[in-house]
C-alpha cells in the first residue's frame, strides 16, 4: 500500500496521538546519516583514548628527561664546587710563591744598596788619588787599609754568590714540588679502567694479594723479594678477558700513569710485565699519560710496551 500526499494529515495527528513513536520515525527517516554518525562518536571514543595514552607516555618521558637534567644540574654544581676549592688551593699556592718572590726582590734592593755603597767608597779612592803626590810617606799605609776594604768586598760577594745559590736551589725545589703535585693528581685522576675498556672485557683494577698466582711463585722463590716489591709499587694493576665469550683467555695488564710519559716509565711498565709472566700470567705493559716525546716510541715498540696517550706525541 503506496503513502500519498492525503495520507500525511493523518500520519501526523497519530505522531501527535502516541509521542513515543517519534524517536523511530526519526531513526528510519535518518538511515545510514545516523549509523555513520554512531560510527564516527565511537571512533573519535577510541581516538581520544589512544590520544590520552599517548600523552601520558609523553609526559613520563618528559618527567624522566626533566629528572635526568636536574641529577646532571647536581652533579655539574659539585664538580664545580670541587673545581673551585682546587683553584682556591692553587691561588694559596701561588700567593706563597709570590711572597717569596717578594723576599728575593727586597734581597735584591739590599744589594744594590750595597753596591751603592761601594760605589761612593770608590769615590773616595778617586779623591784621595789626586792628593797622592801630596802624600807618598801615608800611601803604605793607605794601601794596607785598601786592600782590607777590597778584602771585605770580595767576602761579601761570596756571601752574596751563596746566597743567590740558595735561592735557585729553593726555587729549583719549589718548581719540582710543583711538578710532582700536579702528576700526583693526575695519577689520582687517571680511569685506568675506561682508557682500557675498549681493548679487554669484564676489566677490572685488582689488588697484588689477591692474584694467588703471584703470591704462589713467592712462596716458591720462582720471583725474589725485589721482584715482588716491584710489582707492589705498580701504578694499576688489572684484570680482564682478551676476547668474548667463556673461552677468553684471562690477562693481566700492568700499567705505568705518568703526565708526561719518561723512559723509565716505559721501562718499569716492561719489567713489571715480565715479573708477571715469570708467576705464570698472561700480562700485557702498558703506559698512559697526558703526552710524551716522540724520540721514544723506538724503546716503547723495542720493549712491546702499548701507549695511552692523551695528546698527539711531542715532538
Do not use: C
Not at 15 to 25: F, G, K, M, T
Not at 284 to 301: E, I, T
Amino acid at each position: 500500500m503506496s503513502f500519498t500526499d492525503a495520507d500525511l494529515p493523518g500520519f501526523l495527528e497519530l505522531l501527535r496521538q502516541h509521542p513515543e513513536w517519534r524517536d523511530a520515525v526519526r531513526y528510519e527517516l535518518a538511515g545510514d546519516w545516523l549509523r555513520r554518525a554512531e560510527s564516527v562518536a565511537r571512533k573519535a571514543d577510541q581516538w581520544e583514548i589512544e590520544v590520552n595514552a599517548r600523552f601520558d607516555k609523553i609526559e613520563a618521558v618528559l618527567d624522566a628527561a626533566i629528572d635526568e637534567m636536574r641529577r646532571a644540574n647536581e652533579l655539574s654544581a659539585a664538580r664545580f664546587v670541587e673545581m673551585m676549592e682546587r683553584f682556591a688551593k692553587s691561588d694559596e699556592l701561588f700567593a706563597a710563591i709570590n711572597e717569596r718572590f717578594i723576599e728575593v726582590d727586597k734581597r735584591f734592593d739590599a744589594v744594590d744598596e750595597r753596591f751603592d755603597a761601594v760605589d761612593k767608597r770608590f769615590d773616595g779612592m778617586d779623591q784621595r788619588f789626586d792628593g797622592m803626590d801630596q802624600r807618598f810617606d801615608g800611601m803604605d799605609r793607605r794601601f794596607d787599609g785598601m786592600d782590607q776594604r777590597f778584602d771585605g768586598i770580595d767576602h761579601r760577594l761570596d756571601k752574596m754568590d751563596i746566597r743567590f745559590d740558595r735561592i735557585d736551589g729553593r726555587l729549583d725545589n719549589l718548581t719540582g714540588r710543583m711538578g710532582n703535585v700536579e702528576g700526583g693528581q693526575y695519577e689520582d685522576r687517571y680511569h685506568a679502567v675506561s682508557h682500557l675498556a675498549d681493548r679487554f672485557g669484564r676489566l677490572a683494577v685488582v689488588s697484588l694479594g689477591d692474584v694467588s698466582e703471584v703470591l704462589h711463585a713467592r712462596e716458591a722463590d720462582v720471583i725474589s723479594g725485589q721482584e715482588f716489591k716491584t710489582l707492589a709499587s705498580l701504578d694499576f694493576l688489572l684484570r680482564g678477558r682478551d676476547g668474548k665469550g667463556p673461552d677468553a683467555l684471562i690477562v693481566y695488564v700492568a700499567l705505568e700513569v705518568s703526565m708526561t710519559v719518561a723512559a723509565s716509565d716505559i721501562r718499569r711498565a716492561a719489567e713489571r710485565a715480565a715479573v708477571l709472566r715469570k708467576a705464570g700470567l698472561d700480562a700485557r705493559a702498558f703506559v698512559g699519560g697526558r703526552s710524551m716525546p716522540s724520540q721514544l716510541r723506538p724503546l716503547a715498540d723495542e720493549l712491546a710496551v702499548t701507549l695511552l696517550l692523551d695528546q698527539d706525541e711531542a715532538a
